[in-house]
């Protein structure tokens, strides 16, 4: 076990998914895995095991922020030996061109959290996707007949900012859409030289003020699911 996972040795596959709502976790072995089995539920940071397709896959809440991302990661990746990690999360748009419901690759997170910054003493890193994750979801979106949209995030450590403008900078150069953890968890498959990805789902627009209810973050977004799952089994 490790101070946040009570998992066993065994118990956590070598692939699993990452949502930041531990009832997304819940919904998707529920309804996408074969015989699923809770190994984790400390702070209601719900984690299961089952099978997909006859592969053994995992799926483990990881709560919001790059603080919370950073303790469940770590652990996965440093104790239970996780070799694949896909994110799976909801994001803001904050492109015209990107609109509710649309489903995001993130193939590189900027920041403005200070993780980094004490990370590497000052100096800028820059949090990239596994390319072979990138390539198998965006295969597998297009063969399903969506039509994802691939380019980079930005990982925020604010949900109420000061400045309610902060994002067009962001979208200006390039960003299409805000979130709050997959720049950790980049850095981090970096680190212990493991693969990882963030797909995300429109859950509102900052362009034009639409957004989604919380129980259709929780259980319908199962495009982003779909695709996650056949990509981390790949």
Same mark, same amino acid.
């Given at each position: ?131 072979? #994750? ?53 850095? #981090? ?46």
């Amino acid at each position: 076990m490790s101070i946040h996972i009570t998992a066993k040795n065994g118990e956590i596959a070598d692939s699993i998914l990452l949502p930041g709502d531990p009832l997304r976790a819940k919904f998707i072995a529920e309804n996408f895995l074969e015989n699923p089995k809770q190994y984790n539920d400390i702070r209601n940071m719900l984690g299961y095991t089952g099978l997909y397709k006859g592969k053994k896959v995992s799926v483990q809440g990881t709560g919001m922020g790059i603080p919370s991302i950073s303790i469940y990661v770590n652990e996965l990746f440093r104790d239970y030996g996780v070799q694949k990690a896909i994110r799976i999360g909801t994001a803001g748009a904050i492109r015209e061109d990107v609109k509710l419901r649309d489903l995001v690759i993130a193939l590189s997170a900027s920041t403005d959290s200070g993780a980094n910054k004490i990370r590497f003493g000052g100096r800028s890193y820059a949090p990239t996707a596994s390319w072979r #994750l990138i390539k198998a979801a965006w295969d597998i979106a297009q063969a399903k007949g969506f039509s994802p949209k691939a380019g980079p995030v930005i990982s925020s450590d604010m949900f109420y900012t000061e400045n309610p403008d902060d994002w067009k900078l962001w979208a200006k150069f390039g960003c299409l859409a805000v979130e709050m953890e997959t720049a950790e968890l980049y850095t #981090l498959a970096a680190k212990y030289n493991r693969e990882a990805l963030c797909m995300l789902t429109i859950s509102d627009s900052l362009v034009t003020g639409e957004a989604t209810t919380p129980q259709e973050r929780q259980t319908t977004f199962t495009a982003m699911m779909e695709v996650a799952l056949e990509t981390v089994v790949s």
